[in-house]
Each structure stands twice: as structure tokens, then as C-alpha cells.
């Protein structure tokens, strides 16, 4: 089995800044694309940022300039840097791996089960 572990969400006033983490752990060949993924309240899961196993980055243009997303691929690990948080921004933040379990098996995603983010005014 496959698990995705959040951590780092919190309450953060505007202007503030955070680090979220998503760990992957269980059984894993090979992981492909990671990425992060808000949803707030009312209204539809988006993409913030995503990441290729090569390293090759992409952002919601919302969040161009503000978000840094990495990846440690020894450690199975993605991160998102959020800086100049928004009040827009407090949603649950959800990281989500494209992973293959065996040599042989379909890469599918994974999600993990999200992490609060709060930003006060």
C-alpha cells in the first residue's frame, strides 16, 4: 500500500509564510509527477503546483513569485515554500504523486488526506 503524509499547514497571518510537506511511503517503484492541490470552501479542488521527476516546475499563475515547490526524490518527499500568504489562500492543501508500485504495474495517483492552511487578515 501507498500513503501520502501532509504536514506543515497552520494558521499564519497575512503576509506570512509556510512550509508544507508531503511524504510518500509503502510500497513504491517509481514516482513520476507530484504536485499540490487547495481547495477551499464552496468551491472546486485547483492546482497550485506541480513537478516533474526531472524537476521541471509549474505554478497557478496566482501563485507565480510567491510559491516554491520541490521535490527530494531519495526521500520520496515533496515541499511547497508559501510566502506573502493570502486570506484568499486559506484552504486544505492536498499533495497528490502519480506512482507505480511495481517494475511492471500503471502509474495512478495518489492522494494525500490534506492539511489545513489558514491565513488571517
Known amino acids: 500500500q501507498v500513503q501520502l503524509v501532509e504536514s506543515g499547514g497552520g494558521l499564519v497571518q497575512a503576509g506570512g509564510s509556510l512550509r508544507l510537506s508531503c511524504a510518500a511511503s509503502g510500497r513504491i517503484f517509481s514516482i513520476n509527477d507530484m504536485g499540490w492541490y487547495r481547495q477551499a470552501p464552496g468551491k472546486e479542488r485547483e492546482l497550485v503546483a506541480g513537478?516533474?521527476?526531472?524537476?521541471?516546475?509549474n505554478y497557478a499563475d496566482s501563485v507565480k513569485g510567491r510559491f516554491t515547490i520541490s521535490r527530494d526524490n531519495a526521500k520520496n518527499t515533496v515541499y511547497l515554500q508559501m510566502d506573502s500568504l493570502k486570506p484568499e489562500e486559506t484552504a486544505v492543501y492536498y499533495c497528490?504523486?502519480?506512482?507505480?508500485?511495481?517494475?511492471?504495474?500503471?502509474?495512478?495517483?495518489?492522494w494525500g488526506q490534506g492539511t489545513q492552511v489558514t491565513v488571517s487578515s
Open positions: 513537478i516533474t521527476s526531472g524537476g521541471r516546475r
Open positions: 497528490k504523486a502519480e506512482i507505480a508500485e511495481y517494475w511492471n504495474s500503471r502509474r495512478r495517483d495518489y
